[in-house]
């Protein structure tokens, strides 16, 4: 498993952006995929993206894919979420979490909470 470790939520205002980071460390992660989920109130954990380490294909959740991006550094070991445009229903604590490729998602971060304002 890798230690995923999240920072950059916050509060914002309708309509604005916020970056969140994900650092990792571990093991090399060229068979990995990196993603973010996010988990709001009374609600279950939804995917919102991921990205393939190796080569940067990314996927999205149709709920974001027009507003957020998700990249890597790969010299920093870090995936970042770029959320734009954010509406007040997107509110939840996101999660950083790793999987090799072909498996399902071993590890995960403390989370980071987004709060957006109407």
């Known amino acids: 498993q890798l230690q995923l470790v999240e920072s950059g939520g916050g509060l914002v205002q309708a309509g604005g952006s916020l970056r969140l980071s994900c650092a990792a460390s571990?093991?090399?992660?060229?068979?990995?995929?990196m993603g973010w989920f996010r988990q709001a109130p009374g609600k279950g954990r939804e995917f919102v993206a991921h990205?393939?380490?190796?080569?940067?294909?990314?996927y999205y959740a149709d709920s974001v894919k027009t507003r957020f991006t998700i990249s890597r550094d790969n010299a920093k070991n870090t995936v970042y979420l770029r959320m734009n445009s954010l509406k007040p229903e997107d509110t939840a604590n996101y999660y950083c979490?790793?999987?090799?490729?072909?498996?399902?998602?071993?590890?995960w971060g403390q989370g980071t909470q987004v709060t957006v304002s109407s």
């Open positions: 979490a790793a999987r090799p490729l072909g498996t399902t998602w071993n590890s």
């Open positions: 571990g093991r090399t992660f060229n068979t990995y995929a």
């Open positions: 990205i393939i380490w190796s080569d940067g294909r990314t």
